[in-house]
T-cell receptor, first 114, second 111 residues
Framework: GAGVSQSPSNKVTEKGKDVELRCDPI?????LYWYRQSLGQGLEFLIY????????KSGLPSDRFSAERTGGSVSTLTIQRTQQEDSAVYLC????????????FGPGTRLTVL | QKEVEQNSGPLSVPEGAIASLNCTYS??????FFWYRQYSGKSPELIMS????GDKEDGRFTAQLNKASQYVSLLIRDSQPSDSATYLC???????????FGQGTTLQVKP
C-alpha cells in the first residue's frame, strides 16, 4: 500500500516568510510524528499526534513552530517568520498507534531559508 | 550524557563479513528499540524492532537487546556493498510516543 507522503519535497523561502509543510500518513495509522534532521543536530523529535490531539509538543523549538492534524489524517507543520537556522529536512512518520509502535517515515521536505 | 549513543564510524568491513553496530541508551525505563537504515539523501527506513531481552533475527539482520546493560546491537551477516549506509539506533523512552535517535553509525562494505 501507499506509504507516508509529504509535500513539497523541496521548499526554498526567504528569511521572515511563513511556510507550511504537509504530511499524509499511511492509511489506518492513528499516530503521526514530526521530526527534523540537520547536519549538526541529527534527527530530532518535534511533535506527535494521537488522533487529532498532540500529547507531546516538547520538541518544538520555539513558538514560531506549530502543527495541526484534522480528521485524524493529514497534518500540517507551520513555521512562521522563518530563520536560517530552520533550514533542515523535515520528516514525518506514522504508526498504528503511539507508544512503542514501529514508525514509518515519509520522504521528507527539504527546507532552505535564504 | 547523550540519551542514545552510537559510534559515528565509519565502520568498514569487507563484503561477506559480519558488521556489528552498537548503541547504548540512558533511560532505564525504555521499552522499545529500533534500527533504521538511511542512505545518503533518503529518509530513514525501518529494518528491525526489538522489545524483549535477547536476540531477534530477520534474514541477514539480528538485533540484540540487553536491558540490564542498556545496550542494543545490530548484526548484519554476509554484508553486501548495498548495505553501505548510516544506521540509526532509536529508543522509545518511557511510555511516550516519540523516538530518541542516536547520531548514527556509517557503515562501509567494501567489495
Amino acid at each position: 500500500g501507499a506509504g507516508v507522503s509529504q509535500s513539497p519535497s523541496n521548499k526554498v523561502t526567504e528569511k521572515g516568510k511563513d511556510v507550511e509543510l504537509r504530511c499524509d500518513p499511511i492509511s489506518g495509522h492513528t499516530a503521526l510524528y514530526w521530526y527534523r534532521q540537520s547536519l549538526g543536530q541529527g534527527l530530532e523529535f518535534l511533535i506527535y499526534f494521537q488522533g487529532n490531539s498532540a500529547p507531546d509538543k516538547s520538541g518544538l523549538p520555539s513558538d514560531r513552530f506549530s502543527a495541526e492534524r484534522t480528521g485524524g489524517s493529514v497534518s500540517t507543520l507551520t513555521i512562521q517568520r522563518t530563520q536560517q537556522e530552520d533550514s533542515a529536512v523535515y520528516l514525518c512518520a506514522s504508526s498504528l498507534a503511539a507508544r512503542g509502535n514501529e514508525q514509518f517515515f515519509g520522504p521528507g521536505t527539504r527546507l532552505t531559508v535564504l | 550524557q547523550k540519551e542514545v549513543e552510537q559510534n559515528s564510524g565509519p565502520l568498514s568491513v569487507p563484503e561477506g563479513a559480519i558488521a556489528s553496530l552498537n548503541c547504548t541508551y540512558s533511560d532505564r525505563v525504555s521499552q522499545s528499540f529500533f534500527w533504521y537504515r538511511q542512505y545518503s539523501g533518503k529518509s530513514p527506513e525501518l529494518i528491525m524492532s526489538i522489545y524483549s531481552n535477547g536476540d531477534k533475527e530477520d534474514g541477514r539482520f539480528t538485533a540484540q537487546l540487553n536491558k540490564a546493560s542498556q545496550y542494543v546491537s545490530l548484526l548484519i551477516r554476509d554484508s553486501q556493498p548495498s548495505d553501505s549506509a548510516t544506521y540509526l539506533c532509536a529508543v522509545n523512552p518511557g511510555n511516550t510516543g516519540k523516538l530518541i535517535f542516536g547520531q548514527g553509525t556509517t557503515l562501509q562494505v567494501k567489495p
